[in-house]
């Protein structure tokens, strides 16, 4: 079963089960449902691809709809079974820019291609049965592409690789400095930089946000928790803060 993050008889927020097993990199497939429309962020690859479109049609039964695939960024784990939703739903998909040209290399076809649509350096506003969801810039964290989404009926800020751990058996983060060990080697190594870190940071703290739920491993919640995460972020140095002794010749 999926895990609710949030729910009234209009809305709903819910975590899928991690269908993903073996080598491949845990995901979380995360999805909105609101008036009875939906849409599924990071859906994955085609590992997991035959579980979540049955848990999603289960999910939405005979009267939902299933309008939007949200891509945070190009990487094989969230776009690479991108054409199997788009031949079996009427899903019309959004991501960046910046990837309408490379995703069409993981075997789009030219029947459905029209419905991957592009979206701008600063983000958008999409409908979702009458809900505006918030389409938030998160560039160089980690995709030079990348966006994020709020929901601001739920608070959920779903925070695609920003945020991720690995290795821990919890889907909820409860201690927060306990925590580091699964999220902080991640973060130094594949987020670009402390500048882009601390203006996602002062972005971020203009909204209200209850919950922060990456597309990997445990997600915060709580206005405590998620501060502490904010305020990590904004202070931690990574990616070329800390990369440039690697710029070297191999040695022989």
């Not at 979540?52 to 709809?65: D, M, Q, R």
């Not at 079996?88 to 029209?114: C, E, K, N």
Request: aromatic share 10%; proline share 4%; glycine share 8%.
């Amino acid at each position: 079963m999926p895990t609710t993050l949030y729910e009234t008889p209009t809305h709903r927020n819910l975590l899928l089960e991690d269908f993903g097993r073996g080598q491949a990199v845990q995901a979380n497939q995360h999805v909105i449902i609101h008036n009875d429309q939906a849409i599924i962020l990071d859906p994955g690859g085609h590992k997991v691809f035959n579980q979540a479109l049955s848990e999603i049609t289960l999910l939405l039964g005979t009267e939902g709809n299933l309008r939007y695939l949200f891509f945070s960024h190009q990487d094989p784990d969230i776009v690479a079974a991108a054409n199997g939703w788009l031949m079996t739903t009427d899903a019309i998909a959004y991501a960046s820019a910046l990837w309408m040209r490379f995703i069409p290399h993981f075997g789009v076809d030219s029947m459905v291609v029209d419905r991957l649509k592009p979206i701008a350096d600063e983000g958008m506003l999409l409908d979702l049965g009458g809900l505006q969801l918030m389409i938030l810039p998160a560039h160089f964290l980690h995709s030079v592409g990348n966006f994020q989404i709020y929901d601001p009926e739920s608070k959920i800020l779903y925070a695609g690789d920003l945020g991720a751990s690995l290795g821990m058996e919890y889907i909820e983060v409860t201690d927060f400095q306990e925590h580091l060990k699964y999220m902080a080697g991640f973060h130094r190594r594949y987020m670009v930089s402390n500048r882009a870190m601390r203006a996602w940071a002062n972005m971020v703290r203009q909204l209200d946000i209850e919950i922060i739920a990456p597309q990997h491993g445990a997600f915060f919640r709580g206005k405590a928790m998620v501060d502490q995460f904010v305020d990590w972020c904004a202070e931690l140095e990574c990616g070329i803060d800390i990369m440039e002794e690697y710029f070297r010749l191999p040695r022989k």
